[in-house]
């Protein structure tokens, strides 16, 4: 596909009429680089060359008898840019205009057009002289009080000092915070139009002076300042005919009346996010994040916030609200295919987001999958590999809800107690079955608007596992009796879990930051302190059973640090290490549960490895007989330390694509899990500090990611480039790339029915991390 774009673009010069010219290249020369980039943009995409791939669809859909359909056009794909010599003059002058708003004045901009077989090269020749720089600031503001306000908080904002290269954008920067910062000092008036600019660039060595001007309204000697006087609510549906004739009226302190003619809402919970109060100074930070928080609660479709002014200096507030549907239902469902084995999974959602009256939100989530093995004797119904149901309720309330009082924690983001319960069945052909449910109290508020806690003080789990008995009992003749115990038994939960994240909402920025996540998980602390007074029973493996089965005992902490570094336009790197340690003791101390270990491998992890097929360590599965390695797909390879790092550099390919942006990534993985101690079942998985690097798996691949502003449809391929599970320099496997086929068979005959993929690819929804 890739030679035949390449070869169909070369040759897409021939259906142009005589006398056109296909644009092939641009370049700008002699500007400075951190100018380039935005300079290009000032050159019309008419005259830029065109996307290989787009041309190639536009020519194949609307290519006819060796000429382009001059009826009937297929709008598809990119119509072909041509040489435009009226574009190429006003590109010339607007690349010279936007450098002289950056200082350089006595800049010329020359255009050069060399033409060569219908395809045209334009080259835009810079020659900028020296900057302009400022030599004196001035400052003149005609009310004494903004005059104070400025001087005292221009240093914290204003890049227009002294010395600095002349910036049009510094100046249209400046207005703009000026008017924000007399904006949140309570001057609802002031508009940007007050703010002037004189430049004096007629000066010698390049110098230029400045003077910032501040006007007062016309008519007036100073500016006026307001304060909130009252506050009026009103709530309506959505659409107008559910509207009640006559509003449910509420009143309360601070000035604040409510009138809901949907009869529905209590006023208490949504005056808590109205940020202007009765007597405050008007703050425009104050109202954006009022629209923020009331949007956040997601029950209103429209919120619009207008004032008025009962007197010179007063503003009473109007929030006018229009609410969403109060439930809805989402059905969704995907089908899944990978190494011999298809299945189903299919969901329904109910959301129900005005519970109580007071905004909270009820989810209840039904999903079933199957997953079938193609493999398995037997009808359609007997080669059933694995059967998922799992129910789930939450309940969000918009506010911390405590038995004692906290500090309001509304301003950086809206504070949520959730409540979860959730019940799972889950049955694997002859292996395995699990009934498990989970019950949580959690509590998500900011510190700031870049610092998130997640704090779960009730952990509540319970579990039943049972190993098929015929399975378990050929597991107990091949060594494994403690994997056995470990897996065929019950277990509860009493636990905390807690996590503190730094920078969750730059992700989708492009921009430099550090993201950081670290998470903190125990279970079973309060359990062993109360058994030290309480004589627990205990099972015939000598664990203490709280109502009849163990409890659980361990402490898990995983951290994931990140380095976004934004290389200019749409390009970025990220840097990436996520290490952890789950470590069982006490009353758990022989073999840490399925559902806390780590595993390797995935759409988000190490992409050469399809999920749960890396590791622990050296660990390879042809120890095992071929009917444990067909049954304990996805069993086996867990681990109770895991490190894993990625680093990706990530690229736009085209800016539009069937409507998407179509961008792209390359990228190198590198990891693996480890069990703490040695175990029969994985030999050689344990971690040793004196060879784990050597066991570290290494991945590189590339990948498309389709950019729909909603949400990113990814696809990633990933190869394997060294593999833990062999020794010495036969990890490389890479050098068997070329040699695959005998490669694979070797591999086929020891580790049946497991195959070797040298690539693996992964589609997923959202970006990788």
């Not at 290519?63 to 435009?84: F, M, S």
């Not at 304060?227 to 604040?256: A, C, M, Q, W, Y």
Request: include cysteine.
């Amino acid at each position: 596909m890739l030679l035949l774009v390449l070869f169909s673009s070369c040759r897409s010069t021939r259906l142009l009429e005589d006398g056109q010219a296909l644009v092939a290249k641009v370049e700008i020369s002699g500007i400075d680089p951190q100018f380039a980039e935005q300079a290009k943009a000032y050159i019309p995409p008419d005259i830029r060359p065109n996307s290989r791939i787009n041309l190639f669809i536009y020519n194949l859909a609307n290519a006819r008898k060796g000429r382009y359909r001059t009826q009937n056009i297929r709008n598809v794909g990119e119509p072909p840019h041509l040489l435009d010599s009226t574009l190429v003059d006003f590109s010339t002058q607007q690349i010279s205009r936007y450098l002289i708003s950056k200082g350089y004045f006595n800049t010329t901009v020359n255009h050069e057009i060399t033409l060569k077989q219908r395809r045209a090269h334009i080259y835009f020749h810079v020659v900028p002289g020296e900057p302009f720089t400022l030599r004196k600031v001035d400052v003149d503001i005609a009310d004494p009080q903004l005059e104070q306000l400025y001087n005292e908080e221009r240093s914290r904002f204003t890049k227009i000092k002294p010395g600095a290269r002349y910036d049009a954008d510094s100046l249209v920067a400046e207005r703009e915070r000026v008017y924000h910062l007399m904006r949140q000092q309570g001057y609802y008036e002031y508009l940007r139009q007050y703010m002037r600019v004189d430049v004096d660039s007629s000066l010698r060595s390049n110098q230029a002076d400045i003077r910032l001007f501040v006007d007062n309204p016309e008519g007036q000697t100073v500016h006026t300042k307001f304060t909130i006087d009252s506050s009026f609510v009103t709530i309506r549906h959505d659409r107008p005919d559910l509207n009640r004739p006559v509003p449910k009226e509420t009143r309360l302190t601070d000035g604040l009346y409510f009138q809901d003619y949907t009869g529905r809402f209590r006023a208490a919970p949504i005056a808590r996010y109205l940020f202007h109060r009765q007597g405050d100074r008007y703050n425009v930070d104050m109202e954006n994040l009022t629209y923020d928080r009331l949007y956040e609660l997601n029950g209103f479709r429209s919120v619009k916030i207008s004032y008025d002014k009962p007197d010179s200096n007063r503003l009473k507030v109007h929030y006018e609200l229009v609410t969403r549907p109060y439930m809805g239902n989402q059905i969704e469902g995907e089908y899944t295919f990978n190494a011999g084995m298809s299945g189903f999974n299919i969901g329904n959602t109910f959301t129900h987001r005005d519970l109580f009256g007071g905004l909270e939100q009820l989810e209840v989530k039904l999903r079933y999958g199957v997953l079938f093995d193609s493999r398995l004797p037997g009808n359609l119904l007997d080669r059933v590999f694995n059967n998922d149901f799992q129910v789930g309720i939450n309940i969000t309330v918009p506010r911390l809800i405590t038995p004692f009082a906290v500090p309001p924690v509304g301003r950086s983001g809206l504070p949520r107690t959730v409540f979860s319960a959730n019940l799972q069945a889950f049955d694997q052909f002859q292996t395995y079955s699990n009934r498990y449910f989970s019950g949580t109290l959690s509590y998500n508020w900011f510190d700031t608007r870049y610092k998130q806690h997640n704090l779960t003080p009730i952990v509540l789990e319970y579990r039943y596992g049972r190993l098929n008995s015929e399975f378990a009992q050929r597991l107990v003749d091949q060594g494994f009796l403690l994997y056995v115990r470990s897996n065929n038994r019950a277990y509860f939960g009493l636990g905390s879990q807690y996590a503190y994240t730094v920078n969750a909402v730059r992700l989708s920025r492009l921009e430099d930051f550090l993201y950081f996540r670290g998470a903190l998980d125990l279970s079973g602390n309060l359990l062993g302190l109360a058994s030290q007074v309480i004589d627990f029973k205990r099972n015939v493996d000598g664990e203490k059973e709280v109502l009849g089965v163990p409890y659980l005992q361990y402490a898990k902490v995983e951290t994931d640090l990140r380095y976004y570094r934004h290389l200019g336009g749409d390009r970025q790197l990220v840097l990436r290490l996520n290490p952890g340690v789950a470590l069982p003791y006490g009353n758990n101390s022989s073999l840490l549960i399925f559902e806390k270990s780590f595993f390797g491998g995935g759409m988000n992890g190490i992409r050469a490895w399809q999920a749960r097929t890396l590791g622990p360590g050296n660990y390879n599965r042809e120890v095992l007989d071929p009917g444990l390695r067909l049954n304990f797909r996805n069993l086996d390879q867990l681990g109770e330390i895991k490190l894993e790092g990625n680093a990706e550099y990530r690229f736009k390919l085209v800016n539009d694509i069937f409507g998407a942006k179509l961008k792209a990534a390359t990228f190198i993985d590198f990891g693996n899990i480890w069990r703490i101690d040695e175990n029969e079942l994985n030999p050689g998985g344990e971690f040793k500090f004196n060879r784990f690097l050597g066991q570290l798996a290494v991945g590189a691949g590339a990948g498309l990611r389709f950019d729909l502003d909603y949400f990113v449809i990814r696809l990633d391929a990933g190869m394997k480039v060294r593999d833990p599970q062999f020794n010495g320099a036969k990890q490389w496997v890479i050098s068997e790339f070329f040699n695959s086929r005998e490669f694979k068979e070797r591999y086929r005959i020891t580790n049946a029915p497991d195959r070797y993929n040298f690539i693996q690819y992964n589609f997923g929804i959202g970006m990788p991390f």
